[in-house]
């Protein structure tokens, strides 16, 4: 089977103007509250599940919409113009539940990938630990066999949507011995005896999503929540990042394009000097660089959709690697650049709680940190050009 190399097909359009009104009209009207409150919006879950948009990538063998990975960014994409925060339901759902398209079981798949597309839970992805972030191989918690079980013990650190995610993909060391290749992955579900989410975080944006600490003390699951064979499951790990670090490059792109849009419109309006500032070169200039550096990102990350589909439908895609960071990397600093230039834009009022980009501006410097920082990133790019 072959793909596309990216270019939307008319269903994807059709797809944008639908999440596009629904977050205008569900969404970004709560963006501010969610962000000065810090609790988790709850009804936007509820919006984006009744209109089944929280978790598109599922396929519908399991009672998911069957969403391609362009669609997916594109969901992404609309959701984060309005509310970078909300645009995690989705994206999280599918860094959670990927490893178990990868590599689970079909009776782990039906299990936990239908109930996630019923919108019975969220599926959250703990991989870092408090010593173990960009060097995760260095993870230090453990799943001890016993019986019919694993009995794990341990912390996971910065794990998105923890507490509200009733299932989580959970990295620990099975052999000791063996580095990498003695970690496991198995799924936890929220009511396990013995596991338990530590406080939230005090973060800079994306205030609206809760990041906290997993705790296992003698957690035991059963050994049917295995993911794949023993030893499988860094590898596991690799191989989801390759598809999901798209999902944080489509964040980025819509917290930009929110900022770009509200930055055009409010340099039409504001005046200065006896005309609307949008006359002036200088800030012309400005404005056209944030656009252009937007469209880049956009055609990269719609690039990378369009491997990571391929290669989710088994074709050898080499390049994907390289394609995955270089977008995640590419569209996180250019919505750094791009929040940050409609704050300057807006002058004063961009320093103000009372308009949106100052919001943006926070919101977008996670996206280059999580799932792997772009210094991370250019090496990973660097080792896959010079091998």
């Excluded at 299990?111 to 019975?120: D, F, I, K, P, T």
């Excluded at 299932?167 to 799924?187: C, E, K, L, Q």
């Excluded at 860094?234 to 792109?253: G, N």
Aim: charged share 25%; glycine share 8%.
């Amino acid at each position: 089977m072959s793909f596309p190399l990216y270019a939307p097909a008319e269903e994807h359009d059709l797809l944008r103007e639908t999440v596009r009104a629904l977050a205008d009209d569900k969404i970004a009207p709560r963006a501010a509250e969610v962000d000065e409150t810090g609790e988790f919006p709850f009804d936007v879950l509820k919006a984006l599940t009744d209109a089944d948009l929280h978790a598109v990538h599922i396929p519908e063998a399991y009672g998911g919409a069957g969403a391609d990975a362009l669609a997916t960014v594109i969901v992404i994409e609309e959701v984060a113009r309005a509310c970078a925060s909300s645009s995690l339901i989705p994206a999280v759902n599918k860094l959670g539940t990927v490893p178990l398209l990868l590599s689970g079981s079909e009776e782990l798949k039906r299990r936990y990938l239908s109930a996630v597309a019923r919108g019975e839970g969220m599926f959250s992805y703990a991989l870092s630990e408090p010593e173990a972030g960009s060097d995760a191989a260095a993870m230090r918690t453990t799943a001890v066999r016993d019986g019919d079980g694993y009995v794990l013990n341990g912390t996971k650190r910065w794990i998105t949507n923890a507490g509200v995610s009733e299932y989580y993909m959970v990295m620990a060391v099975t052999d000791p011995s063996a580095g990498a290749r003695g970690i496991s992955a198995f799924v936890v579900e929220k009511g396990d005896e013995g596991f338990s989410v530590g406080a939230k975080e005090k973060k800079l944006g994306i205030k609206g999503s809760p990041t906290c600490e997993l705790y296992f003390d003698n957690c035991r699951i059963p050994a049917d929540r295995l993911i794949g064979e023993e030893g499988t499951g860094f590898k596991t790990a690799l191989a989801t990042l390759d598809h999901t670090r798209i999902t944080i490059a489509a964040q980025a792109l819509g917290i930009a394009q929110g900022a770009l849009d509200y930055a055009l419109g409010y340099v039409k309006e504001r005046k200065q000097f006896g005309k609307p500032i949008a006359e002036f070169q200088g800030l012309q200039f400005m404005i056209a660089d944030m656009a252009m550096k937007l469209e880049a990102a956009r055609q990269l990350t719609y690039a990378a959709a369009a491997k990571s589909e391929a290669a989710m439908h088994g074709e050898k895609v080499k390049d994907l690697t390289f394609f995955s960071s270089a977008a995640k990397t590419a569209a996180s600093d250019a919505a750094m650049e791009i929040t940050t230039d409609a704050v300057q834009l807006l002058g004063g009022y961009g320093y103000t709680r009372d308009y949106p980009v100052e919001r943006m501006m926070r919101d977008a410097k996670i996206t280059q940190i999580y799932e792997g920082t772009n210094q991370i990133q250019r090496m990973v790019m660097a080792r896959q050009l010079l091998k």
